[in-house]
């Protein structure tokens, strides 16, 4: 008979991995099992390309928690991370390019328009006051609507603050929250280019388009990553984004907790209305005092339990809970760097992103595509050249590229004969997308890697691929993620837990849900003893 | 009512002025709409010397019955379900004003597969015709349990309606906040079930929202597109659960469940703008037409009047413009009045209207197969006809208009209200009165009189699909696009609603965040109209609600 755990913890991607550091630190005997037998769930590096190694699937962090680096001592487990800088734009007449030189880019700016550049200091000054306001949020559990006051009473400094904001903060923050992407960069920038690229926060890894109300609430989630004193920062791991999963995955083994890959779990073990355990998939059953599943709202509730053993509302608002996924990755092997028709001299318009956004036309009709179950004619692409930053990515003198590209909608219209039969074409198209602005491009690739959405669901349990394991919608935020009344990381099985990004703050590279998490066990185990 | 509400203003303070200079007045209402004539009313009524100044040469603003060849027709808006019983009270119109709910909600036959679905005021009847359709018991369970469910949130709203929406200011939590939000006292006779489902459901989109209850392609479409039409969205747009939310309210004489309301007025809609006048009249309100305003007068950050385009200037302490948003601080007041940042967001409040109104002159009745024939047909025809088939079709609609063309196939929801109201046709002939969407105001090319034939031959020929020949009984075409509710009515950008409705412009932010209580950033400066909570629709609401502030502000300045 398998020894018994204090805490079990399914799936080994960031957010299970950061789950169990923190519970293993405080004391307790965890085990986390994997269902691959790679470690990383969507934070993964692998060598698709013999010799190339990608970010299969996410592949930037700006939102890892400063708590979660340090506390779990990341750093000392080997987490390096180089900043990401700059955007650059390839157009049909020109190109922006925006870096770290704060008059550089308003003379960028100012090439497409003067009131852009005259407007956008006010604009990232806004942005910035809404979210330093805001993110204090992202490291606290989410109120009930209906709950225990004492839940309020960590956000009672927030909501005087909120009182005392001034009128252009608080109206910037309700627009954002309830409007578009689009309608909120109306309000200061008019240029194509511009309006394209920023309005590309608001719709990654949703199923919504720039002008779709509750865009701006995506945009505001991307922006949480601000570092202060910084605008909208991000970073690239060294090693790809596995490296983030690694390193949390030593800081989890320092602690004492016991990792194991390939072994994948069939079902909780329930005894009563408590979890008690997990069988495996090879029929080996695990005791646990608290199973913490960090697998999305979908696999945790509808797959991982026996039949019946939720309430029925419950069951129905999880089966309410949206997907949607929107996005495919396209990871290339180069021979060499690209050549943008329109680009400044040098490689520094490389370093960062590239933005495959020229108008705010271009992103709206790349959705309307997939609203009707095509993947976009021209698709919106956000493309990363990490060995530019990281050369251990390639061998010497190559390079890796990897493109987000949207909308990829999971649900296809029928007559597509479903991803596989259309994996390849959708390939090409993105090689194509490329090669519009960047003729050489299609003949620098040695080696590709696709990931439909379909292959995000089967590869790494993504339901219906969604990056963020279900929507950033405004209805499934805060109080309401995954279910109103169940944001805080319970479930109504008793000790079964929820801890991943289908829980408040969210997804992205956070650990934001992991941490908080397994605070709440633990704060509930220091409460029953 | 109040006593306070009637007590006469303080002597001398905002008594009519001595007749030297400009003409003064306690309050100049702008707008003779049906929420300028609301809000005359009630501030006559409460003692003020009002002054209400319309543009045009009649009352009524959309409110209005015209007249095609002898025949009386609902100008624009057609019916009038949500018009507020306490403000009828209030108003005294109990007898002037008449309405009408037929028993048919709505008629919808399908463009191409010769079915139909009919919502009937008693929604088990309706379930019963759902449960013949394929997969129809599950349908029809799915709608009975909606409409409850619509019913009861209704029912909530219903309370939201009058009144201002609360401030999020003065909360020392964020529960109070959110209680604030979501108007405390009646959210908490709310049952928690209830209660959460509308805080998610406001942000959602109507497919979203009714896809959770029923997945009858036909039937989805119809009851989402009650979040999406007149505004410049689809029903897939999130924020449109917020639109179909408020659209079910119910009590206090309103009904509208899963199915919304049909109601119109006897006479036609001018027949409430007419009823409203006479009692703005009554209350002793004076009222001008022919009567453009082309400033609001200002000094030191408060308002002293207004000017008209006659070169002749009024003053007033308080001007109440039920004009739209746009017109009412962009077009009326300088920057120096309004600020910089002010019209950079109003700018972007999204109000371009992308609806449409084709009236049609029939010389009989055109016959709908999915109908039937005899009185039976008659009966369903008297409801709502709504015209469209998937929700992916209406999205093809829209989508159109975001790159200002017209919708190859658009929605038409049909009103007949000579089969509910004959005294409007002297004779056997008939009016159908038709929303046409998506019709974008800033059409590519513009509307020109090809472009006003092509919207209205798509129109016809969507009519055509489900009543094949009505064509030839046209006997007189009347249409109204976005670009003339622009240039004749003085909506910018041509919006039925003045600005979108949805749940980015919604309550204490509709237009915007911090002028959504129906004080403008200036003294003096009240907002109203359809651009104010709680948005458009024949309702009186914002008139009724923007004069109670205004007379509240007195009451307490007099303390």
């Keep these: 008979m398998a020894e018994r755990y204090d805490a079990i913890v399914i799936g080994g991607g960031h957010n299970g991995l950061t789950t169990a550091a923190y519970l293993a630190k405080a004391g307790l005997k965890t085990v986390v099992l994997e269902r691959r037998s790679i470690l990383g769930g969507a934070t993964l590096t692998e060598e698709a390309v013999p010799g190339f190694k990608f970010s299969v699937a996410s592949y930037l962090v700006s939102l890892l928690r400063p708590q979660v680096i340090r506390e779990l001592d990341l750093a000392k487990h080997g987490l390096q991370m180089a900043p990401s800088v700059g955007t650059y734009t390839p157009h049909w007449d020109g190109y922006l390019d925006r870096r770290t030189d704060h008059a550089d880019n308003l003379r960028e700016i100012r090439k497409w328009s003067h009131r852009d550049a005259d407007n956008y200091d006010d604009f990232k000054q806004t942005v910035t006051d809404i979210t330093r306001f805001i993110r204090p949020a992202i490291d606290l559990p989410a109120p009930d609507p209906y709950g225990d006051p004492m839940e309020w009473l960590a956000y009672a400094g927030l909501a005087k603050e909120f009182g005392r904001l001034p009128l252009r903060t608080k109206g910037a923050l309700l627009d954002l929250i309830t409007g578009s992407a689009y309608d909120f960069l109306r309000r200061w920038f008019e240029s194509d280019p511009l309006i394209g690229t920023m309005s590309a926060s608001g719709i990654i890894g949703t199923f919504l388009g720039i002008k779709s109300p509750g865009t701006g609430m995506v945009f505001l989630h991307h922006y949480f990553g601000e570092i202060d004193g910084s605008f909208r920062e991000w970073a690239l791991p060294q090693g790809g984004t596995g490296a983030v999963a690694a390193a949390i995955a030593g800081a989890a083994r320092a602690a004492g907790a016991e990792i194991r890959t390939d072994a994948p779990v069939k079902q909780v073990l329930l005894d009563g209305d408590r979890a008690v355990g997990v069988v495996l998939e090879s029929g080996e059953e695990i005791k646990g005092a608290t199973v913490v599943s960090a697998a999305d709202a979908r696999h945790t509730f509808l797959d991982m339990l026996p039949a019946n053993s939720l309430p029925g509302e419950f069951e129905t608002a999880i089966r309410n809970f949206k997907f949607r996924g929107s996005s495919a990755k396209v990871n290339f092997a180069l021979d060499g760097l690209p050549t943008f028709s329109a680009a400044p001299p040098g490689v520094g318009h490389l370093m960062g992103t590239v933005s495959i956004s020229p108008s705010p036309d271009y992103m709206e009709r790349a959705y309307d595509d997939a609203k009707h179950g095509h993947p976009s004619r021209r698709p919106f692409l956000d493309m990363l050249i990490p060995t530019l930053v990281d050369p251990t990515m390639a061998p010497p003198g190559k390079h890796v590229a990897t493109a987000f590209v949207q909308y990829a909608p999971h649900k296809l219209a029928p007559e597509h004969g479903g991803w596989d039969n259309i994996k390849e074409q959708f390939g090409d198209l993105v090689v194509d997308t490329i090669s519009e602005f960047a003729p050489d491009f299609r003949d620098k690739i040695v080696g590709r890697q696709v990931m439909t959405p379909l292959d995000l669901e089967r590869t790494i349990g993504l339901t219906e691929g969604n990056i963020f394991q279900g929507e950033i919608l405004v209805q499934q935020m805060a109080f309401n993620r995954p279910v109103s009344g169940w944001s805080r990381y319970r479930t109504p099985i008793r000790d079964y837990w929820l801890a991943s990004s289908s829980a408040h703050p969210g997804g992205g590279i956070m650990a934001a849900p992991g941490r908080l998490a397994a605070l709440e066990i633990l704060k509930s185990k220091g409460a029953a003893r | ?559």
């Design chain 2, 1 to 559: 009512m109040s006593d306070d509400v009637q007590r006469a203003p303080a002597k001398g303070k905002r008594g009519r002025r001595a007749s030297t200079g400009p003409k003064a007045y306690d309050a100049v209402v702008l707008g003779g709409g049906h929420n300028g004539l609301v809000a005359a009313a009630y501030l006559a009524r409460a003692g003020m010397s009002v002054l209400l100044l319309e543009a045009r040469d009649e009352l009524g603003g959309m409110a209005l019955t015209a007249e095609i060849d002898g025949v009386r027709a609902p100008m624009l808006a057609h019916t009038v379900g949500r018009f507020r019983p306490r403000i009828a009270r209030d108003l005294g119109l109990a007898g002037s004003v008449r309405l009408i709910e037929p028993e048919t909600r709505v008629f919808a036959p399908h463009p191409t597969d010769g079915t139909a679905i009919t919502l009937w005021r008693d929604a088990d009847k309706t379930a019963a015709g759902l449960s013949r359709r394929p997969n129809g018991a599950k349908t029809a369970a799915g709608y009975l349990k909606l409409d409850g469910r619509l019913r009861r949130i209704g029912a909530y709203f219903e309370q939201v309606l009058d009144g201002v929406p609360p401030s999020l200011d003065g909360g020392k939590s964020v529960a109070e906040l959110l209680a604030g939000f979501a108007y405390r006292s009646p959210f908490t006779k709310l049952a928690e079930g209830d209660g959460r489902e509308i805080l998610r459901m406001l942000p959602m989109s109507a497919a979203d929202l009714v896809g959770e209850y029923l997945d009858d392609e036909h039937l989805l479409a119809l009851l989402s597109w009650r979040g999406a039409i007149y505004n410049a969205v689809g029903p897939m747009t999130p924020g449109t659960g917020a639109t179909l939310l408020f659209d079910g309210i119910t009590g206090d004489g309103a009904d509208g469940g899963a199915a919304g309301q049909t109601v119109v007025a006897i006479g036609g809609p001018g027949a409430i703008a007419q009823a409203l006048a006479d009692a703005a009249r009554g209350f002793g309100a004076e009222i001008r037409t022919n009567a453009k305003v082309v400033a609001i007068t200002e000094r030191d950050g408060r308002v002293t009047g207004v000017a008209l385009a006659s070169g002749e200037e009024i003053v007033a302490p308080y001007v109440l413009s039920t004009l739209d948003p746009k017109t009412t601080l962009l077009g009326l007041l300088g920057v120096e009045a309004t600020g910089p940042e002010l019209r950079r967001r109003l700018r972007a409040t999204r109000s371009t209207g992308v609806t449409a109104k084709l009236n049609l002159l029939l010389d009989r009745l055109p016959d709908f197969p999915a109908a039937g024939s005899g009185p039976s047909a008659q009966a369903l025809l008297r409801g709502r006809i709504a015209i469209l088939g998937s929700v992916l079709g209406i999205e093809r609609a829209f989508d159109a208009s975001k790159y200002g063309e017209m919708s190859e196939t658009p929605v038409v929801e049909a009103l007949i209200p000579t089969l509910i109201d004959p005294s409007l046709a002297p004779d056997k002939r008939h009016i159908l009165s038709a929303v046409v969407q998506y019709a974008p105001s800033d059409l590519k090319g513009g509307w020109t009189e090809a472009a006003r034939r092509q919207l209205a031959d798509r129109a016809v020929a969507v009519l055509e699909s489900v009543a094949p020949g009505i064509g030839n009984r046209i006997a007189a075409r009347q249409l109204i696009t976005p670009a003339d509710l622009e240039r004749d009515w003085g909506a910018s950008g041509g919006h039925a609603m003045h600005v979108n409705e949805g749940f980015d412009q919604f309550a204490q932010w509709r237009p915007l965040y911090g002028i959504g209580r129906y004080e403008g950033p200036l003294d003096g400066l009240y907002l109203s109209g359809a651009g104010t909570h709680p948005g458009g629709g024949v309702t009186g609401a914002p008139g009724a609600n923007a004069a109670e502030r205004l007379i509240k502000h007195l009451r307490r300045a007099d303390d």
